[in-house]
């Protein structure tokens, strides 16, 4: 089924979308993004989503084109649109298309963002399988910019990482910077050792996942201990468990690391847990 998409205020058929050659996203990867998910064909996080893509926009002095209201219309018109019940909404904005190709960035006053909105059909995404016998991940090098806190498009290195882990018979990759995890290709990292989360706290060098702060919260309110500090590679293949965070995987438990099993190689106590609190706390709070 053709989906209907979102772009510039109008809902179209993706086959008759179409984006300037000139815009700043294709040529410069000049733009954010967010993916928020679709449970019960209800909106999770969709606040925290909102709050966040402001920030990315300001942060790279962007224009937002659209109010948070009439973009949460839009998220639900999408889903409306293409019945979706499980999934997710991916939102892409850039500095749009000036006439031509230039480093500095175009007049805002000329120029008007690019705003694009597409969903993306996942049945069974909260029952997904892998939930149940966890995920292997390898360790690469973090070579990306210095502003990971920034949501942007630049995607190519964690394309690149995922594709590494894929050659290796993983499943992802979490990338090292001096020694310590910063985070995976598209997630955030954690370990468990004893009763204790363990997760870099948030910095410039990773991404302030919205999945991240509540799977946090609910942890502290089930009176889970959470530290907030780096941690090594090597101290990661000496944990108990491990797991990572995102919108689209939710609480996605490790069971091995560069080929070391944690625990027994099977998902532990912590991380399954987590996954059934975050998906009934977000199923009573989605809009």
């Known amino acids: ?23 700043r996203g294709f040529l410069m990867a000049d733009g954010v993004y ?16 909102a709050v966040r893509l402001q920030r990315s926009l300001d942060e790279l002095e962007m224009q937002s084109p659209i109010s948070k209201e009439d973009l949460l219309e839009v998220h639900r018109e999408l889903v409306r649109l293409n019945g979706v019940e499980e999934g997710m909404i991916y939102l892409q904005i850039t500095r749009g298309a000036p006439d031509d190709r230039d480093f500095v960035f175009p007049d805002p006053e000329t120029t008007a963002p690019t705003i694009v909105l597409f969903t993306q059909n996942k049945p069974g995404l909260a029952d997904n399988p892998a939930a ?3 995920m292997k991940v390898i360790s690469i090098e973090d070579i990306r910019w210095g502003r990971r806190d920034i949501k942007t498009v630049q995607l190519l290195y ?7 882990a894929k050659k290796a018979g993983a499943d992802d990759a979490w990338m090292i910077q001096d020694g310590f995890v910063t985070e995976g290709t598209s997630n955030n990292a954690y370990i ?27 942890a502290e309110e089930a009176q889970m201990e959470v530290e907030e500090r780096n941690f090594t590679i090597d101290e990661a293949r000496e944990a108990d468990e491990a797991f990572i965070t995102s919108a689209s995987t939710f609480v996605m438990p490790v069971v091995e690391i560069d080929g070391a099993k944690l625990g027994d190689g099977v998902p532990g106590r912590v ?6 609190i975050y998906l009934d706390e977000s199923r009573k709070a989605a809009i």
């Open 192 to 218: 468990v050792k004893g009763n204790k989360i363990i997760t870099r706290a948030k910095s410039n060098d990773i991404l302030h996942g919205i999945t991240r702060a509540a799977v946090l919260r609910f």
């Open 158 to 164: 964690p394309s690149m990482g995922k594709m590494m």
């Open 132 to 134: 149940k016998k966890g």
């Open 1 to 23: 089924m053709t989906r209907t998409v979102y772009v510039n205020g109008e809902y179209l058929p993706e086959t008759e979308a179409k984006v300037s050659i000139f815009d």
């Open 271 to 276: 991380a399954p847990r987590l996954r059934e």
């Open 34 to 49: 967010e993916v928020t998910s679709v449970l019960d064909g209800k909106l999770i996080d969709f606040d925290g989503h």
